[in-house]
């Protein structure tokens, strides 16, 4: 049972930190520019923001979108954690299962703001027809590298005004941090597979044998 605790309490912290972090700047910070707080120098602050939909902003469109994203991180997180329990019933390597927990643990970070938020902070869009599974999720962290109109050539976000990098929370971290360390080691964590792809091929070693 302890090992299961081990990993899932890791899960646990991440969305704990999440929310609190979200909660601090929900009621301690001023919505958009006038609240943004400077950490370092103008390249890194706090600026409180909220996302209506998915990564970057975007959106589905429609009432039934916003309940289809919902729907389908509720889905992606019972997926995660069925996967959590059984990977750790299979006794991989433990810096993978943390991975694993970390991307558990900003799913529900995330997923939380989108089924209540709309209800304990009031911050559903306005025609949402209700509040519940309408939460818009709450983003903090701003690299602020580069602002400017992007060019009327380019699709999608084309014309219009823009910064460089999205502004993403605790949970977006952890998912972030979770799948970057999983391909950075992905051949300790997968020696198998990572011995079959540098192995010869057999008409390389037929070439060889000759």
Known sequence: MNKYLKYFGIALLVILIDQAVKMLVHFQMDFGSPGQIPIFGDWFKLHYTTNPGMAFGMELGSDYGKLLLTSFRLVAMCGIGYYLFHIIEKKQPSLYIVCIAMILGGA????????????????????????????????????????????????????????????FNVADAAIFVGVAMILIFQGRFFPEKAEISNSPKKEEVDHISE
């Open 108 to 167: 529900i970070g995330n997923l939380v703001d989108s089924v209540f938020y709309g209800v304990w902070l009031n911050n559903a869009p306005y025609n949402a027809s209700t509040p519940w599974f309408h939460g818009q999720v709450v983003d903090m962290f701003y690299f602020d590298i580069w602002e400017g109109y992007l060019p009327e050539w380019l699709p999608v976000w084309g014309g219009s005004y823009t910064a460089l990098w999205p502004i």
